[in-house]
């Protein structure tokens, strides 16, 4: 297992000299770390925001206003993509720009720094060039009290405040899943969420004194997650939110593959099939729900970015704003991610690069997350690191029509993987069977044409993108941090 992945890293490692002169280059000025014109950078990741937004599609219910007025700063990528639908194996492989067939860090129990242990992270790169790079909330995964957290990442970090929860059970059915599987108004005040306690971390950073370092400072907002749990005004604009599309016998073309990989995830949906039978109205609460938790981490996100206007920094600031992945609400037959369909990876992804991206601009270039890594490198004027699975976009930020020949390639677990083209997503499980969708005509993918051989040339072309190696799976982490979590 070991040897395998290392195996990788080395071959990776030796391509490193050839590579480098290969990088596409974007004209601009180098910025040394002391030089007072280089750039800060405000890096937002947002967990579990799905696509049935406004950002993303101005009918969706779900109104994300500081959204939108950031897409309006700089550049909305309309086909972004995870490069896990899973916590740690995305936020992983995004924030090293190691994709999980390179890495083995498949799972959410998987210990991606014991995977790399000497792999700079993208914050690294930065304090490496003389950053100070500071950060709040959930930037990696979360469990065991904070383990996967990567302390060497960062100057100073304010880790999440632990979840609190209500006497018992919002939602009604105390025997369906945990206390994580709740939803309802809690708790009264903006000010006792998780995400208050983040925002406010970034406006203090923001509002210090400038200092002779530049700034990276990452934003970890962790609504819309479960619990979904928001103040009581965030739920009023959804009382009569509608209900996501659904087809009832949406399993009947799925191949073997994807019946194994996702067995053990059906309990959510299941178990909100029988809760809805019990209780009438339990699941459009539970969108309801949902929704408002993304309203309110947008209005998170909107205090951030005032603080931002406030302060100096406003036009010398990169931005990057992320979710980890995308959400199933029903669609499907399916609640959370765990899922290679569309709706579990689709994200909204935005960049805002003073001097290079346009106000208002849109790209539409099917685009995965490993992207960030070498393009805020390019940006920075830092050196490009050819291990990097991922392309810089800094072209597309130029052009959004610029050449792009790569579509987004999405990993969950070992052998399971998705390539989302401009007009296609194809899935192979590890079993080698497969699905294809046509978006044009399909974008619910409610009709696998897999089995279709007018489509032989289709799936042919889209295998081509998947991984040629993949690293065996790495251990759990089972281990507690031994440093000092502070809230």
């Given at each position: ?58 009918e ?37 720009g ?35 790079v ?16 990567d ?24 025997k ?13 005040r ?10 406010s ?14 700034l ?30 659904r087809k ?21 949906w ?14 459009q ?47 499907k ?30 790209c ?15 940006l ?58 046509d ?28 991984p ?20």
């Amino acid at each position: 297992m070991i040897e395998n992945r290392m195996n990788l890293l080395d071959f990776r490692y030796g391509l490193m000299s050839v590579l480098g002169t290969a990088v596409l280059c974007l004209p601009m000025v180098v910025f040394a770390a002391d030089d007072t014109t280089a750039p800060d950078i405000l890096f937002i990741v947002v967990d579990d925001m799905n696509d049935w937004i406004s950002l993303l599609d101005p009918e969706a219910p779900i109104e994300t206003p500081n959204l939108e007025r950031l897409a309006q700063r700089g550049m909305l990528f309309t086909h972004a993509y995870c490069v896990s639908p899973a916590c740690n194996p995305s936020r992983a492989a995004t924030l090293t720009g190691l994709r999980p067939s390179t890495t083995g860090a498949y799972g959410n129990k998987s210990d991606w720094r014991g995977a790399v242990p000497d792999r700079k992270t993208i914050m690294q790169q930065f304090m490496g060039a003389g950053y100070d790079v500071r950060g709040a909330g959930k930037i990696f995964h979360h469990h065991l009290g904070g383990a996967f957290h990567d302390q060497e990442s960062f100057n100073d970090f304010r880790h999440m405040l632990p979840q609190k929860y209500p006497p018992k059970k919002l939602n009604g059915a105390p025997k369906y899943g945990s206390r994580n599987t709740d939803w309802g108004q809690w708790p009264k005040r903006d000010e006792d969420s998780i995400d208050f306690h983040t925002a406010s971390y970034c406006i203090e950073a923001l509002n210090r004194t400038a200092s002779d370092h530049p700034l990276f400072l990452a934003c970890g907002i962790y609504k819309p997650h479960s619990p979904f749990f928001a103040p009581d005004s965030y739920h009023k604009a959804y009382d009569d939110i509608e209900l996501p599309a659904r087809k009832p016998d949406d399993w009947s073309d799925l191949p073997a593959g994807a019946n194994s990989l996702m067995r053990d995830k059906q309990w959510f949906w299941q178990g909100m099939v029988n809760v809805e039978q019990k209780q009438a109205g339990s699941y459009q609460n539970f969108i309801r729900a949902y929704a408002a938790c993304a309203a309110f981490a947008d209005a998170q996100i909107g205090r951030v970015l005032d603080a931002l206007d406030r302060s100096p920094r406003r036009n010398n600031t990169i931005i990057v704003l992320w979710s980890d992945h995308g959400f199933h609400l029903g669609e499907k037959d399916h609640i959370e991610k765990f899922a290679l369909w569309e709706k579990s990876n689709h994200i909204p992804f935005i960049v805002v690069a003073p001097n290079v991206t346009l106000p208002g601009s849109r790209c539409d270039r099917p685009v995965d997350m490993t992207a960030i890594y070498p393009t805020l490198l390019e940006l920075c004027g830092l050196p490009a690191d050819a291990m990097c699975d991922g392309t810089s976009l800094a072209p597309l930020l130029r052009d959004p029509k610029s050449k792009w020949d790569r579509p987004a390639l999405m990993t969950y677990m070992r052998g399971n993987h998705a390539v989302r083209s401009d007009r296609w997503r194809y899935i192979r499980y590890a079993d080698g069977s497969e699905e294809l969708y046509d978006h044009d005509t399909d974008q619910n993918e409610w009709n696998n044409l897999a089995g279709n051989e007018q489509f032989a040339e289709i799936l042919a072309s889209h295998r081509e993108w998947l991984p040629k190696a993949e690293a065996n799976q790495v251990p759990d982490l089972k281990r507690r941090p031994k440093t000092e979590v502070s809230f």
